[in-house]
């Protein structure tokens, strides 16, 4: 058990889910850590502080302010070493991905310098809404991690998603998280992501793109930050926000500006991971001037762009690893693999085009991991936090043989 002598902050919300809580602490208790807990207002509708002071051996706390003594919200924000946020209901939600700060448990969470895991709970149609959602990949975004809901009976009535994921679930979760940061050969590796489009100029108005959105590449950088290593991010142009304080991203808009980032960075990287779709021509000049509406048809010149990843393969020294993606639409293992070795890769992740779900701004992946020993093995449909967990995990096989 990795949980032993970890310093863990449970926040109980406003959730039926709540109720199963004096049994987390009692788990976790079991497991070595240490626990304190902090309840919304709303929580003790729905389980007992006292229930929970007496498994915890510890007061339990609400208030920012009790009487005239102060609880220190900054001071437990730095105690932790994880802070778990179960159930996390709808409004809690809410208040996180937007830094409200109307009771303890918001003002700890804004001053948490340990990892935060939330695990929702709520009712299919509120889980299913747009705003929590939005919420959530905020809280991505931020770098928490958010604990798969269960499928079953709900406070409703109603069968579907939303269930607050089971007491030893999250106990599991928590104990694999340490388990990987301490043990994981990721540890302290430098690691190079390149992720999301590419925009060519054609002229100040207008691009060549692509319908990448970068989630699967961003998705990899949280998983690699998530097992101790350093990343380097180079993004492409995409609304998605990186605010991960263990992930540094350099921002970029065409596939030069992709190419010069990724060859400074490749040079002190161990691993490089090229999920990025780069656009493999550009336009031979871009105007200066918005192009005007003239002839029935236009013709623009393209010129080929430097293949990155190819480059990076010519450059590759011993102990680096290089990673790349394919996308393949027919004699799929053939071309990825024929990829792998033209482009001196490691490893390739090919890409199915053909499963819904799968593909460009999907949240879903379907993958196929291939590797220069002669590994092939094909993922199931996953979201692409799991095929990154999945993707990560054989890198660290490969680093580690
Ligand atoms: N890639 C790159 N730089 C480029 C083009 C592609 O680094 N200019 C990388 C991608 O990030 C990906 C891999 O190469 O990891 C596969 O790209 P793909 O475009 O499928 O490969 P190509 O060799 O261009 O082959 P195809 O003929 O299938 O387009």
Aim: charged share 20%.
């Amino acid at each position: 058990m990795q949980l032993a002598g970890k310093k863990i902050i449970l926040a109980v919300t406003g959730s039926i889910a709540a109720y199963k809580t004096p049994h987390l602490v009692r788990l976790l208790v079991k497991a070595g850590a240490e626990v304190r807990v902090l309840t919304t207002p709303a929580a003790e509708d729905f389980v007992s502080p006292l229930a929970l002071a007496t498994v915890s051996k510890h007061p339990v706390y609400s208030n920012v302010a009790d009487g005239t003594a102060w609880n220190n919200h900054v001071e437990m924000g730095r105690w932790a070493d994880a802070m778990l946020i179960a159930p996390c209901s709808a409004n809690t939600l809410a208040k996180m991905a937007n830094g409200l700060c109307d009771n303890l448990v918001c003002a700890v969470y804004l001053s948490a310098i340990c990892p935060v895991f939330v695990a929702p709970a709520m009712d299919e149609d509120m889980w299913l809404h747009a705003s929590t959602k939005n919420n959530l990949d905020k809280l991505r975004s931020y770098g928490n991690y958010i604990i798969p809901v269960a499928h079953g009976e709900l406070a409703s009535g109603l069968v579907g998603e939303g269930r607050m994921a089971e007491p030893e679930d999250l106990v599991s979760y928590l104990d694999s998280y340490f388990q990987k940061k301490n043990n994981s050969p990721l540890k302290g590796q430098k690691v190079l992501v390149t992720a999301g489009p590419t925009y060519e100029r054609i002229d100040p108005v207008r691009f060549i793109g692509n319908f990448s959105s970068g989630k699967m590449g961003i998705a990899l950088a949280e998983a690699l930050a998530a097992q101790g290593a350093f990343v380097h991010l180079v993004l492409g142009p995409t609304h998605l926000q990186v605010l991960n304080k263990n992930i540094t991203t350099i921002r970029v808009e065409s596939a030069e500006d992709m190419y010069n980032a990724s060859l400074r960075a490749f040079q002190d990287a161990d691993i490089a991971i090229l999920s990025a779709a780069v656009a493999d021509y550009r336009p031979a000049e871009t105007a200066p001037e918005k192009i005007k509406k003239r002839g029935d048809t236009l013709d623009i010149s393209l010129v080929k762009n430097k293949d990155i990843l190819a480059t990076l393969g010519t450059l590759k020294k011993d102990g680096q690893l290089l990673v790349g993606f394919a996308l393949e639409t027919t004699d799929e293992l053939h071309h990825a693999t024929d990829k792998m070795n033209r482009k001196n890769a490691d490893m390739i992740v090919l890409n199915s085009l053909k499963d819904a779900g799968a593909g460009f701004g999907h949240d879903t992946n379907k993958v196929t991991l291939i590797d220069k020993t002669g590994y092939k093995a094909e993922l199931p449909l996953m979201t692409k936090q799991q095929v990154a967990e999945a993707i990560v995990n054989h890198i660290s096989l490969l680093k580690n043989a």
